[in-house]
């Protein structure tokens, strides 16, 4: 016998011009899917180009797209903001003490947050890429933050029990 999710694969033919169904329990994986294949057909066919932004000096931990830019941050402190057009770093953005290690845009894309190693988050103004809050109050890393809704989440490690 074969269970649903046997099933359901079985019925899928993902192609070109399949329709995803945003009202499909399932449309995000779907979505996911179809865009991983259409990505592998673009490499496999050489529609795709690669380029290297050079100016980190540690690991780049994430990244995120903002509008013609791309914004990465890096365990070397900093979050860099590339043109894509250009393919330049048009600014570096400091204050953190130790590395970053989430990055998450506001849904009308005005603010930045950065976590960091440092216990602190910062909140980025993205009209001209300026810090307006150092938020401290957790006692050690940032391992990720998080917009949801309109407000901020951030995670940190609880320390283990003795």
């Known amino acids: 016998g074969s269970s649903d999710d046997d099933m359901m694969m079985e019925d ?26 259409q990505v592998e057909k673009n490499w496999s066919a050489g529609k795709c180009t690669s380029n290297n932004l050079v100016g980190h000096t540690d ?4 990244t995120i797209f903002h509008g013609k830019y791309l914004i990465s941050a890096s365990w070397d402190a900093t979050i860099k903001v590339w043109d894509l057009h250009t393919q330049s770093c048009v600014v570096t953005l400091t204050g953190h003490t130790a590395g970053i290690n989430s990055l998450d845009l506001s849904a009308n894309g005005k603010i930045l947050l950065s976590a960091s190693l440092d216990g602190t988050l910062r909140v ?3 009209d001209k890429f300026t ?25 940190s490690p609880s320390p283990s029990p003795s």
């Open 12 to 37: 899928v033919q993902i192609t070109d011009d399949s329709p995803i169904y945003l009202n499909d329990t399932h449309s995000s994986w779907l979505l996911a899917f179809k865009h991983r294949k």
């Open 124 to 126: 980025w103004n993205t």
């Open 59 to 62: 690991w780049v931990t994430c």
């Open 131 to 155: 810090c307006s809050a150092v938020l401290e109050g957790h006692k050690d890393q940032l391992s990720h933050v998080a917009f949801l809704d309109a407000h901020a989440t951030s995670l």
